[in-house]
């Protein structure tokens, strides 16, 4: 079957830097994508990796090791506003998206 | 933002009423999708759109149905809405399958009673 694997819940304290992981399995890979989902709110997209690496754009990276089935978003200089969940998805090889259940990020001040 | 929007935005409903969520976008987009979202799971998709009249079903479709006869209009039915279809739904929208990413409407939260 496919699998999305991702912690259920992380906390961090505002300033620092988190990390969040994503291990998968699933029937051909397309690309990895990274939510970010507000409680209440629609996802919205922060970040695509197909090729091995790390991806920087602004607070936010995101890695890819495809041999090793795994990614990770990294979010620097935490702000309360990033208290949010995190859902990774996966594309795989019918091109539908298979997601986790997401990891619910708590900042303390 | 991506236009995108659906309705109702809430709804309460009885076991085995018929009922019919909308999705409309302004963006000209092929793909539509629907997706439910629950609590330990998981967004999983229904069905999805790509095309007029163009449709194929999802991971969860048993007991829901979709229409588009517009490029613009997406519609899920429930045809007789059971208590474990109490979900909050939602649609997306893509330009293309491969790397685009999805955009989401605001969500629909149906319960059924």
């Known amino acids: 079957g496919q699998n999305i694997d991702q912690p259920t819940e992380m906390t961090a304290t505002e300033g620092a830097i988190v990390q969040i992981n994503c291990t998968y399995q699933t029937s051909g890979f397309n690309g990895l994508f990274w939510y970010q989902q507000h409680a209440g709110e629609a996802p919205t997209f922060l970040s695509y990796?197909?090729l091995d690496g790390l991806e920087e754009k602004g607070r936010f990276s995101s890695f890819l090791s495809r041999s090793k089935g795994y990614s990770y978003l990294l979010l620097k200089e935490l702000q309360m506003k990033d208290s949010a969940s995190y859902l990774c998805a996966v594309m795989d090889s019918n091109y539908q998206l298979i997601w986790g259940a997401g990891t619910k990020l708590i900042i303390k001040p | 933002d991506a236009g995108i929007t659906q309705s109702p935005r809430h709804k309460v409903t009885e076991t085995g009423t018929p009922v019919t969520l909308r999705c409309h976008q302004t963006?000209?987009?092929?793909?539509m999708y629907w997706y439910r979202q629950d609590p330990g799971h998981g967004l999983r998709l229904i069905h999805y759109s790509y095309g007029v009249k163009d449709t194929d079903k999802g991971e969860v479709s048993d007991g829901y149905s979709v229409s588009r006869s517009k490029t613009e209009d997406f519609l899920l039915t429930l045809e007789s809405a059971t208590s474990s279809q109490t979900s909050v739904y939602f649609c997306a929208i893509s330009e293309g399958q491969e790397s685009n990413e999805q955009f989401f409407g605001p969500g629909t939260r149906l319960t059924v009673l």
């Open positions: 990796n197909v």
């Open positions: 963006e000209n987009h092929r793909y």
